[in-house]
């Protein structure tokens, strides 16, 4: 595919999606998603990849679904338009690999929906955040009312849905929507720092700490420890030999590659 929205670079085992349409504040449209589907496919088949970056370019990360798009849309027409993008949002969310939001700005609607289907936020210190939809007459369609939910708990993702209010970086901080503040000039190159710590890990226990927990959070707590406790069995042969016998001849481990 022709990339025309999405540029994508891979610096050694960091990818790098930055999404480039910032007249519209990288409004997300069809195109779009069609080009995030591709994209989020080649990554995940391409196993010298160890963590994806995503982020936007301009003063916005993604300011929402685009409305221009939107507004002549039936409702069946706008249910399937849902649905792409959260299909979309999920395949993010269910890459094998960690994915960072790299939030250089508002992050609204869908941006903040995006946002979330990310593993974790490290944001510059200009972003703003909000779910902005009802101020259309319209709700989150991309999972919002989901993650949010799940992430910041009932009360602050209400205030937030209900209010309309933008937040900024700090107050995105205290709810746990975000990990981290840096200085917008600061924040590509601290963003690839966490990314090479991440990749200096262990690739299979990286692998299966995201799977774990993810898929956790949708069991039975019981039954997410069995999980827990069978990938920690696996994890001994995997890596587990090797990073603990490094730790007791005080030397680097030696991950195996290619899996
Ligand atoms: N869709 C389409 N175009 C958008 C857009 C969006 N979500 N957000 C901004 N734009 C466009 C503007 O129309 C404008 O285009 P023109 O230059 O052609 O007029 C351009 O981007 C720049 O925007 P502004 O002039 O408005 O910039 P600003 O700095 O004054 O304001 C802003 C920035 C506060 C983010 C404002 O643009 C805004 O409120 N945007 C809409 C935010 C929003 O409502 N998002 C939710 C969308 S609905 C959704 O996301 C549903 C879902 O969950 C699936």
């Known amino acids: 595919m022709n990339y025309e929205i999405l540029q994508i670079e891979i610096k050694e085992e960091i990818a790098i999606i930055t999404i480039n349409r910032p007249k519209a504040l990288n409004a997300l449209n069809t195109r779009f998603f069609n080009e995030m589907d ?9 196993k010298n990849i160890r963590v994806l970056i995503i982020t936007g370019e301009g003063k916005a990360f993604v300011a929402g679904a685009d409305i221009a798009e939107m507004v002549n849309m039936t409702p069946e027409q706008g249910t399937a338009f849902s649905k792409k993008g959260q299909n979309t949002f999920n395949s993010i969310e269910n890459l094998r690999i960690p994915v960072i939001g790299a939030i250089n700005g508002f992050a609204l609607g869908g941006g903040l929906e995006l946002a979330m289907a990310c593993d974790f936020r490290i944001a510059s210190s200009k972003a703003k955040f909000g779910q902005p939809e009802v101020n259309l007459g319209m709700i989150p369609g991309y999972a919002g009312t989901q993650r949010l939910t799940r992430l910041v ?3 602050d993702a209400l205030y937030l849905l209900t209010t309309a209010e933008l937040i900024k970086a700090d107050d995105a901080l205290r709810i746990g929507l975000i990990q981290k503040i840096v200085e917008p000039e600061e924040l590509i190159e601290e963003v690839i720092k966490i990314a090479q710590i991440i990749a200096s890990k262990g690739p299979k ?3 299966k700490v995201k799977y774990v927990t993810r898929k ?3 069991m039975d707590f019981e039954k997410a420890c069995d999980l827990e406790a069978d990938y920690f069995g696996t994890q001994f042969k995997d890596e587990g030999e090797e990073g603990m016998r490094a730790f007791l001849e005080k030397r680097k481990p030696e991950w195996k590659e290619n899996y």
């Open 38 to 46: 591709e994209a989020i496919e080649s990554i995940s088949k391409n």
């Open 153 to 155: 708990g009932p009360a």
């Open 205 to 207: 226990a990286i692998e």
């Open 216 to 218: 956790g959070l949708n």
